[in-house]
Structures are given as C-alpha cells and as structure tokens.
T-cell receptor, first 111, second 116 residues
C-alpha cells in the first residue's frame, strides 16, 4: 500500500460544477498537508496548505483535513475551464522535510 | 512573491555530454532546495535535498556522481547531469523552501531534457 493514495481520474466536469478531489494516507506521522496544481509541462503551483484538521478556505478553493480518518479533500466551487490541470496532494511527516506526493488527479472543466 | 525560476526550460543534447540546470529563488531566500524528476503522466520523484553550503542528500537509487548538485548561495542551486544518456531524458523540477517554514515549497517551471 502506498503511503498516499490519490485517484488519478481523469475527472471531467461542466463549467460551474463543484469539484471534489481527495487523498487518503496511511501514516499518522503526516502532519502538513498541501494541494498543488500542475498545468501540462509546468511546475506545480502551491494552492493551499493546512496543518490541523478542519477546513481552510481561499476564494473558490476549500481544503479539508480529517486526521482521524486520514483523509484530505480539495473542493473547487464554480469551476472554470482554467481550472483544468492535474491536482496533486502532498504531505510532510513530522520530523521530515520531504514532500510525499499523491499520483495526481487530472481534471478537465468543460465550457 | 515566492517565485522560483529554472534555466534552461528545455535542452537537447547528445549522449555523453553534461548538462547543467539552474534553479533560482527570485524574491526569497531558500536554505533548502529540492530536485525532482517527473516522468510523463507520473507524479514527482524526489531525487535529492540540497542545503546551502553543504553536500546534498540523495534519495535511495539516485546516483550522486551522475547527478551533481551544488547549492552555493541562498538563492541558487544547480543540478548537473553528467555523461547524459537517453534514459536520463525527463522533466526535472526544482523547488525552494521558504527559510523558516516547513510546508511552503515553491516549485520552478521545470526543465525538459532530451538526450539523443
């Protein structure tokens, strides 16, 4: 079992839809949780990061962490074609500095 | 803020030559930089962690003599692929961690290397 599991998709939604992206993890040592967006042939862009369980909101994006279930989510409201990209969850363990990535979910928002 | 640049963005070279890739944090200091490799439709694979003024720490299976890393200043790290072969062709991405933080790694745009 991989440390971080993420459904690679692809996920295709109509413009304006609410998108839900998820990752699960197996090691409770993970303490920091990030979501990155990667456009084709570009480097990942940090969207959000959280430390504790709960929700964090930034514009149309909401990151949710449930440490008891070892489950994190990213919600995108009012999705736009420009949101079409691969979304990577990433985590850091306590005492480490290394990012552990999920496989990434490819999202397409259709106009 | 928090911009990381990489140069070159794309390079094509002959087998056996060496290629140097630069990673710069443009508007912040980064005591730690990371080098990743990404294959098509795959996630990022950490190659090494680079700390300013000290030797890089390589991940298991990554040849340190082949992938030379230098982190000479708080804003610059370089990756040199020595004696490149076609199997080294890949997308190389660096990231820089904001000094004093743990979670904020900012990534460069990547360098696409093609070895003929």
């Amino acid at each position: 079992q991989k440390e971080v599991e993420q459904d690679p998709g692809p996920l295709s939604v109509p413009e304006g839809a609410i998108v839900s992206l998820n990752c699960t993890y197996s090691n409770s040592a993970f303490q920091y949780f990030m979501w990155y967006r990667q456009y084709s042939r570009k480097g990942p862009e940090l969207l959000m990061y959280t430390y504790s369980s709960g929700n964090k909101e930034d514009g149309r994006f909401t990151a949710q962490v449930d440490k008891s279930s070892k489950y994190i989510s990213l919600f995108i409201r009012d999705s736009q074609p420009s949101d079409s990209a691969t979304y990577l969850c990433a985590m850091i363990k306590s005492g480490s500095e290394k990012l552990v990535f999920g496989k990434g979910t490819k999202l397409t928002v259709n106009p | 803020g928090a911009v990381v640049s990489q140069h070159p963005s794309r390079v094509i070279c002959k087998s056996g030559t060496s290629v140097k890739i630069e990673c710069r944090s443009l508007d912040f200091q980064a005591t730690t930089m990371f080098w990743y490799r990404q294959f098509p439709k795959k996630s990022l694979m950490l190659m090494a962690t680079s700390n300013e003024g000290s030797k890089a720490t390589y991940e298991q299976g990554v040849e340190k003599d082949k992938f030379l890393i230098n982190h000479a200043s708080l804003t610059l790290s370089t990756l040199t692929v020595t004696s490149a072969h076609p199997e080294d062709s890949s997308f190389y991405i660096c990231s820089a961690r904001l000094s004093g933080t743990k979670e904020t790694q900012y990534f460069g745009p990547g360098t696409r290397l093609l070895v003929l």
